[in-house]
């Protein structure tokens, strides 16, 4: 059983920045496909970005330039820089790995003036 934490979500003004963090159990970190989902009031869970063992990142159109996902294998864990944050981009955010999938409880992100 893997047990995924995250943390660093908050409120911040539009324009600003924040650093996710989320932390896993387990010895197999470095080999799991690790992804950042998000989820608004009333809207489905979406992927935002997704980051291979090796490194290898994609991102959703929405935050292409804005988000950088990377991880610290040694630290077993995986983070999401976000900048230049917009009132569209509050929501949960959550954690996930790919294969075989466990979710963190999720982050609230909430961007707003």
């Known amino acids: 059983q893997v047990q995924l934490v995250e943390s660093g979500g908050g409120m911040v003004q539009p324009g600003g920045s924040l650093r996710l963090s989320c932390a896993a159990s387990g010895r197999l970190f470095s080999i799991y496909v690790m992804t950042w989902y998000r989820q608004a009031p009333g809207k489905q869970r979406e992927l935002v970005a997704r980051i291979s063992g090796s490194g290898n990142t994609n991102y959703a159109d929405s935050v292409k330039g804005r988000f950088t996902i990377s991880r610290d294998n040694a630290k077993n864990t995986v983070y999401l820089q976000m900048n230049n944050l917009k009132p569209e981009d509050t929501a949960v955010y959550y954690c996930?790995?790919?294969?075989?999938?466990?979710w963190g409880k999720g982050t609230l992100v909430t961007v707003s003036s």
């Open positions: 996930n790995i790919e294969s075989p999938p466990y």
